[in-house]
């Protein structure tokens, strides 16, 4: 009995129990967006499992300061008000692992979170091109064939592509090299070539970009210090925003669509009916405080497309006419929050903000196994104020007083 | 030291080689596993009955035919649409279907052409002037407000005997007016380039005159436009409804009648099995990867020796099992002895990271042989923590850390060496337990 004991007072036992959960909670999700068959037996299994784990270790290893309880209380009520107005369950399962991740590290939450997915995405990809796994092709007149790879739609594979990257990009942060620049651009093409994922790979094609240039900028001795500091001021004010800036931009843009309009009908051609379908989300569902059962009739898991499609892809629209204005801005205050917590780590800032222009025509927003970020809220910080990062900020600082003669 | 622990391949292949036993069953038991999937998948579709073949190929054709009419559905729509956007363009932007049937501005003007060459070979060669587009020549982009594209219709020359009469109608009387001296204009320009090829003429004007007038043929003629495109639109209408019926067709077809076995296509029994096989290898190869990846993440203990290595620190030696140690204890001694005369020493500290037996009989029988070799030493189990321990590690100016496989931490090794680089104590090297 005191072994048990001893066992439950182990150190990292909170560690443990999170991490049970979550694997199983990420195995799971992950699972159900290839065209392995899913059994009863697994959702079964896997989901109450997991919520135990995580709910153990709320229970017995956290305690929350007032300002985190407050908000993590609130978001718990408007999650239970959701799940009564809207019957949606995913919104607390979120919910769980944000609150569970306390004082777990970060660094170990997306490395999991890579692992797991690569292994899950690799087994797919090989077992739908030994044909064990349906690869569903979908001839488009204009688009060509767009394959998914044994993923249940091709954009979804391009979003996993994404999202796997970016994981290992902001892990990876100023020890990234030439070659990942060009192995992430040549993922990006490929994305493009094979799936015709668009936002995905033009996406994938950012973040090389961005990252490129933020190290380039932060760690290149030819860019002045001005142009540094700037660049770090920029990211410290604006980054920190950039979604709740993207979720006003779309909600404003959709919310002023006109039908009639040539100019607004081209650009809705762009983002692929995106105005159109929020808009009449509105028009016929019209906004709650705490969502709505709407049926989503989206295309994947076959080749049949389906005739009546109406499918709201823009996370933030999603999440406004599905859960609710409530649930919306306590979203966008808990990314915002995680985004301030580390306002010193650049590398998270720059991942967030390309989270926030790909949620703006994709409706990944909170499912964990395409976006782990939101995790960041509680759990210890990759790079720390006075870590690498700072080291490095204080480096040119040091330079620019020495310049200065001080 | 931040990338003291990391996953390197080289230690996930001493992995899979360690428990190859079991990883090689459980691949075995994963191949067999998929290999059994596959033959009663073949089973299922070698076992269809006559019956169940009809079936599909019936269900197979139904579906082609519903293909096929909503193929053509889609090629009238996007015809019709077509034609509507022509015709609904033309009601909008044409001159002649802005006219108001009883108030319709006209400006008439007659010529008398004399000649002695054939005047009605002139007179044609005018008329075609006017109709026929060089009269319009560069007229749109100077006047763009005139809709010179829809002139053909309101510009309606005539020729009687020797006279030509060209008549002009417009909704507007100012823009009337305007269209009016420009025709008058270019014609009488024009006249010039005709005299050329036809024969020498004088030209005339007799009469002009603007005025209003009443026409029901043009009212009927805007109806008939107007019909047609509300013709169309109901085309469009009944296209799009057809459309949506066999859309919803299919779609109620294939929930009713989809065969439950859909395989009718021919499989090549062996083929298939190998692919499954070789996926089901595929998954006992990335299942336990992933287990040892995740068990690397998770957890914080000391796995093997080869990680301090790939963390660049230098391992004097390690202490197996089975009680021997590898390399010998004087082979270690040498490194050992080397690094203390280099460093100028004369005693060093044996930092502990344990306190249990096995770590105890490491740490005695290197203090045993290093006191051979000549050097004092002092034996640590609580550095971090013991005041008295740590001074005489600082005075000893370097030491050996011990730490043991499974049972040491990477952050309490971390610790140490943030201790020893803080009092500025050489770390000499590492002695691996385990």
Redesign the interface.
């Known amino acids: 009995m005191g072994k048990v004991i001893d066992y439950f007072h182990h150190p ?1 036992m909170g ?2 129990i999170f ?1 049970a959960g979550y ?1 199983l909670f990420l195995w799971r999700s992950v699972w159900v967006t290839t065209m392995f068959p899913l059994s009863g037996l697994m959702t079964m299994v896997c989901v109450p499992l997991a919520a135990l784990f995580l709910g153990l270790k709320i229970l017995l290893y956290d305690h929350y300061p007032v300002r985190q309880f407050l908000l993590l209380a609130s978001t718990l009520l408007c999650v239970c008000l959701v799940f009564l107005s809207s019957g949606s369950i995913n919104p607390f399962f979120w919910l769980l692992l944000v609150a569970a991740s306390r004082d777990v590290k970060f660094e ?1 939450i997306v ?2 979170y890579l ?2 997915n690569i ?1 899950v995405i ?2 797919a990809f ?2 739908a091109s ?3 796994i349906e690869n569903l092709q979908y001839k488009t007149g204009k688009r060509g064939i767009r394959n998914s790879f044994g993923i249940i739609y091709p954009t979804d594979f391009g979003a996993h592509i994404f999202f796997l990257f970016l994981a290992y990009y902001y892990l990876k942060g100023e020890a990234l090299r030439w070659y990942h620049y060009a192995i992430t651009i040549a993922a990006a093409g490929l994305v493009y070539y094979f799936c015709n994922a668009r936002l995905d790979s033009g996406c994938t094609l950012m973040l090389a970009v961005l990252y490129g240039v933020g190290n380039g900028i932060m760690h290149s001795r030819a860019v002045s210090m001005r142009v540094k500091m700037k660049w770090e001021l920029l990211w410290r004010k604006v980054g920190v925003w950039a979604m709740v800036l993207f979720a006003v931009f779309s909600v404003l843009m959709t919310l002023f669509y006109q039908k009639d309009s040539r100019a607004w009908q081209e650009l809705d051609k762009i983002v692929s009916s995106r105005l159109r379908l929020g808009n009449n989300g509105i028009e016929e569902y019209g906004w709650t405080l705490f969502g709505q059962a709407i049926e989503m009739v989206g295309n994947g898991g076959s080749t ?1 497309l ?2 009546d499609y109406s499918f709201i892809d823009c996370s933030y629209m999603y999440m406004l006419l599905r859960h609710g204005i409530g649930f919306l801005v306590l979203m966008l205050a808990i990314f915002t929050i995680c985004c301030y917590k580390n306002r010193h780590d650049q590398y998270f800032l720059y991942a967030m903000a390309l989270i926030s222009v790909n949620c703006v025509i994709a409706h990944h927003i909170i499912q964990v196994e395409y976006n782990p970020f939101a995790l960041a809220l509680l759990a210890q910080c990759v790079r720390e104020p006075e870590g ?1 990062w700072s080291l490095g900020h204080l480096r040119w600082k040091r330079q620019a007083f020495h310049r200065l003669n001080l | 030291m ?1 990338n003291l622990k990391s996953i390197y391949f080289n230690n996930l292949i001493c992995d899979f080689w360690k428990r190859r036993k079991i990883i090689l069953c459980f691949m075995m038991v994963c191949a067999a596993f ?1 290999a059994f999937i596959s033959v009663k998948r073949a089973e299922t579709v070698r076992d269809l009955t006559q019956e169940q073949i009809e079936e599909i190929e019936e269900y197979n054709e139904k579906i082609e035919e519903y293909n096929k009419t909503i193929a053509d559905a889609e090629e009238s729509l996007a015809l019709v649409n077509q034609q509507i956007e022509e015709l609904q363009q033309y009601v909008d932007q044409s001159i002649y279907m802005k006219l108001d049937g009883q108030n319709i501005h006209t400006a008439s003007v007659q010529y008398g052409i004399t000649t002695e060459a054939n005047v009605g070979n002139i007179l044609n060669a005018l008329v075609l002037y006017i109709n026929e587009g060089g009269l319009k020549e560069a007229l749109s982009e100077e006047h763009p407000d005139l809709s010179v594209e829809s002139w053909r219709e309101v510009i309606s020359p005539s020729i009687t005997a020797n006279l030509l009469n060209i008549t002009i109608i417009h909704y507007d009387e100012e823009q009337l007016k305007q269209i009016f001296q420009l025709v008058k204009t270019r014609v009488k320009d024009q006249t010039p380039e005709i005299a050329q090829v036809q024969g020498n003429f004088t030209m005339d004007e007799i009469d002009s005159s603007i005025y209003v007038k009443a026409d029901v043929g043009v009212t009927n003629n805007q109806n008939n436009h107007l019909n047609n495109l509300k013709g169309y639109t109901s085309n469009r209408v009944d296209l799009e409804n057809k459309l ?1 019926s066999q ?2 067709n299919k ?1 109620s077809y ?1 929930e009713k009648n989809e065969p439950e076995v859909m395989e009718a296509r021919r499989i090549n029994p062996v083929l ?1 099995t190998l ?2 096989t ?2 089901g290898v ?2 006992g190869v ?2 336990p ?2 287990i040892f ?2 068990n690397y ?2 957890s ?1 203990r000391l796995r093997s020796k080869e990680d301090l290595r790939n963390a660049n620190i230098n391992v004097i030696g390690s202490y197996r099992q089975d009680g021997s140690y590898a390399p010998a204890l004087e082979r270690s001694m040498m490194d050992l002895e080397i690094l203390a005369r280099q460093q100028e020493l004369s005693s060093i500290f044996l930092n502990v990271l344990g306190e249990d037996e096995i770590s105890k009989k490491v740490a005695s029988d290197y203090a045993e042989a290093i006191g051979k070799a000549g050097y004092e030493t002092e034996t640590g189990f609580r550095v971090y923590d013991e005041a008295e321990e740590l001074k005489q590690m600082v005075k000893s100016r370097a030491c050996v850390l011990f730490a043991q496989v499974g049972k040491n931490t990477y952050a309490q090794l971390e610790q140490q060496l943030r201790l020893c680089e803080r009092f500025q104590v050489k770390v000499l090297g590492c002695v691996v337990i385990g």
């Open positions: 990292q560690e443990r991490f694997i170990k490395k999991v692992a797991v292994a690799f087994l090989c077992a030994f044909d064990v049949t389906p005739s690498a | 931040k998929f949506i859309q919803n779609k294939i298939q692919a499954y070789s996926v595929l998954f990335v299942l990867a992933l990846i995740l993440i998770l914080d």
